[in-house]
């Protein structure tokens, strides 16, 4: 009896946080994970975190380069031959705490093309490996937010391009139909990792006010995702929100 084939991941933003948990999670269930970022180092620190048994790949690639991304898809294609997941998950919150009027155009920009034009193009290049694969299909999940539903203070384009994610998802699962893709999309709230640190000493609040919020372990995200991969394609969670029990999300505002 021939052994059930290893399932290929690619996660972005694998170098700290929820990426990196996500892709311990998959390669402690046996998957093969390409973890990708910016930077070499953090994920070499991701590899080594899933332990010598594990098959994970590093692979440097700025999302937002058209021709990083291209050859971060090839470089997996090439060693595995195929690809059942991509976990959309880089993304950057840009300049914290500046008011809406006084965001620089750059910084606009650098938001926009990380978490929406990055995920667009990663979402397109995966798109094309399981379409053209046999057997055809695989599954991409978006990393929305709490921020795809409601909004922080200061936060218009991290807010906007959250917003637009869910976009990107729901057309992803119309497209993909026809080939046996789907997509869906979980949406965070206050995962303990290096964006949240602020939450733990006080944030903002809609009132004007500074609050302290609760966090939970990403690694409970990490078992979330888990999950939506690990449904056979006939399945789909289309979207997810895992979030800090006592976050004020419900009844903000």
């Known amino acids: 009896m021939n052994a059930p084939r290893k399932k290929i991941a690619v996660v972005t933003g694998a170098g700290s946080g929820i990426g990196r948990s996500v892709a311990l999670a998959l390669a402690g269930a046996g998957w093969s994970v390409a973890v990708a970022g910016r930077r ?6 991701t ?18 380069d058209p021709q990083e991304v ?7 294609r090439a060693r ?10 880089a993304g950057t919150f840009g300049p914290a705490g500046v008011a809406l009027e006084d965001i620089s155009y750059e910084a606009w920009r650098q938001v926009v093309d990380v978490n929406l034009t990055g995920s667009f193009l990663c979402a397109q290049a995966a798109f094309r490996v399981m379409k053209e694969q046999d057997p055809q299909g695989g599954r991409i999940i978006n990393n929305g937010s709490i921020s795809a539903h409601v909004p922080r203070p200061n936060s218009v384009a991290y807010t906007a391009t959250k917003h637009a994610m869910t976009g990107l998802t729901k057309s992803l699962s119309l497209d993909g139909r026809p080939y046996r893709i789907a997509c869906g999309q979980i949406d ?10 602020r939450m733990q000493t006080g944030i903002l609040q809609a009132n ?9 372990d990403a690694a409970d995200v990490a078992r979330t995702v888990l999950h939506m991969a690990e449904l056979p394609l006939e399945a789909n969670v289309q979207f997810a929100t895992v979030m800090a029990t006592a976050m004020p999300y419900i009844g903000r505002g």
Do not use: C, K, Y
């Open 40 to 45: 070499t180092e953090p994920l070499q620190e």
């Open 188 to 197: 965070i709230g206050n995962a303990a990792t290096e964006m949240t640190e």
């Open 80 to 89: 595995h031959g195929r690809l059942d997941l991509l976990f959309n998950n």
């Open 47 to 64: 590899a080594r975190a899933a332990g010598e048994d594990a098959d994970v790949l590093p692979v440097r690639a700025d999302v937002s």
């Open 208 to 216: 004007g006010q500074l609050a302290v919020e609760p966090v939970m």
């Open 70 to 76: 291209a050859a971060l898809f090839e470089t997996v």
